[in-house]
């Protein structure tokens, strides 16, 4: 069963921007707080940002102040806004509930790639 959809990634330079959008199932989207994860090649995967259902964030140190975490109760989708990106950022990312990401399989996620 497909829960995340995530599309947005691409090639960009460094300092330019993306937005990452997540489709996820409205019945896990509607209740859970979500959150944005990225893995680059060789590494373990990390949470970036997370949102709740009242609109709370978190982000990564790595990322604070660059990137943005958003959710629209409508569309069952949570965005990932990333500003000021640089070769670092390079990964796939993904979506899934905060917290409880083994409860829900993965989607395919969607590749940035920061070139300097």
């Known amino acids: 069963q497909v829960h995340f959809v995530e599309s947005g990634g691409g090639l960009v330079q460094a300092g330019g921007s993306l937005r990452l959008s997540c489709v996820a199932s409205k019945s896990i989207f509607s209740s859970n707080r979500m959150g944005w994860y990225r893995q680059a090649r060789g590494k373990q995967r990390e949470r970036v940002a997370s949102i709740g259902t009242g609109g709370s964030t978190a982000y990564a140190d790595s990322v604070k102040g660059r990137f943005t975490i958003s959710r629209d109760k409508i569309k069952n989708t949570v965005y990932l806004q990333m500003n000021s990106l640089q070769p670092e950022d390079t990964a796939t990312y993904y979506c899934?509930?905060?917290?409880?990401?083994?409860?829900?399989?993965w989607g395919q996620g969607t590749q940035v790639t920061v070139f300097s």
């Open positions: 899934n509930v905060d917290g409880f990401e083994s409860l829900y399989s």
